[in-house]
């Protein structure tokens, strides 16, 4: 398996994006990955991607993870595929069912299906969304993502579903290598969806074990769908603390995941990172975004470190 280690900041204001972005390349740091993060200062994802990957030549850009249900699956497709074009082998589009920030999910409106207004739910969990919403979020996901990795595959495509009425319709030159959809979230519906219709898994906040589990998943349901994912095609966001966390943050994630030792969620230093990267590996995941647990003004000397401390990893 190909061992890639690349960073992932959160949010990150325009104002820095720049320097960020050029540091990133001049270290020669695999990827940098942007989050969905709509009601904060941060970069837009799409618009950070093109930005970051117009200003490089070999560093790769990620959306770790971008909402798809809510945006127009054939716009994205054009946009992916444009990225693809102008920047071959570099994009790498992860997407999810939902903003982290519950407030923010009216920014994403569900198509009403055929039938009108339907009963709602979100993320398997069987809770409404916000009001006013209408559609199934897991089955507009379904959906969307159908048509998006064929738009990105197919010169043209006719698609007559629930939530998409499509005919005859293209996005121009397509891809000379098919772009890999990876899909985040780790609810047992996530996993089988990731299986049936993913190209990989950007997982999150799951220990080793957790993660060994998912990947058996996975593996099982893309087996049912008579498909298979890449052993390559298995990744975790890691947060990486340098100093012990703070009471709260601890009681936080013990609320969260409380069958989860918080040091199998978020080693504290480098050695603990390397020693947790190396299980993670043991498992079958080999891609990695490192979210470093610090403020912007000690990402300078983060990027320094990490550069030392974890590129070696990589083969």
């Known amino acids: 398996m190909k061992v890639r280690i690349g960073i992932g900041f959160g949010s990150v204001a325009p104002a820095g994006f720049a320097a960020l972005v050029d540091r990133l390349e001049k270290l020669e740091i695999d990827s940098l990955w942007l989050s969905e993060q709509l009601s904060t200062p941060a970069v837009d994802p799409l618009a950070g991607m093109a930005f970051a990957l117009g200003r490089t030549s070999r560093l790769k850009v990620g959306t770790g993870v971008a909402v798809l249900p809510g945006r127009n699956p054939v716009l994205l497709a054009k946009q992916l595929g444009s990225l693809a074009l102008l920047a071959p082998r570099r994009v790498l589009p992860v997407l999810g069912l939902a903003p982290g920030r519950p407030g923010d999910r009216s920014a994403y409106p569900l198509p009403v299906g055929r039938g009108g207004a339907q009963p709602v739910e979100t993320a398997g969990r069987g809770r409404p969304e916000a009001a006013g919403t209408v559609g199934r979020r897991g089955e507009v996901f379904d959906e969307a993502l159908d048509v998006l990795r064929r738009l990105l595959r197919e010169p043209r495509v006719t698609f007559h579903g629930e939530f998409f009425d499509l005919t005859d319709v293209g996005i121009g030159e397509l891809p000379t290598r098919p772009l890999d959809i990876w899909l985040g979230g780790a609810a047992p519906a996530a996993l089988r969806r990731i299986g049936r219709f993913g190209d990989g898994w950007l997982a999150s906040m799951v220990s080793p074990e957790q993660a060994a589990a998912g990947i058996a998943e996975i593996r099982a349901a893309a087996a049912a769908a008579d498909r298979r994912i890449d052993d390559d095609h298995f990744g975790l966001s890691l947060r990486v603390a340098f100093a012990p966390p703070p009471a709260d943050s601890l009681v936080a994630l013990r609320r969260r995941y409380p069958d989860v030792d918080p040091a199998r ?10 020693e947790l990267i190396g299980e993670y590996l ?28 974890l590129m070696p990893l990589e083969n």
């Open 282 to 309: 043991a498992v079958g995941v080999s891609k990695f975004v490192v979210h470093p647990m610090t403020t912007p003004d000690g990402w300078p000397s983060f990027l320094d470190s990490f550069a030392a401390e």
């Open 265 to 274: 969620l978020m080693p504290v230093g480098w050695a603990a990172a390397r």
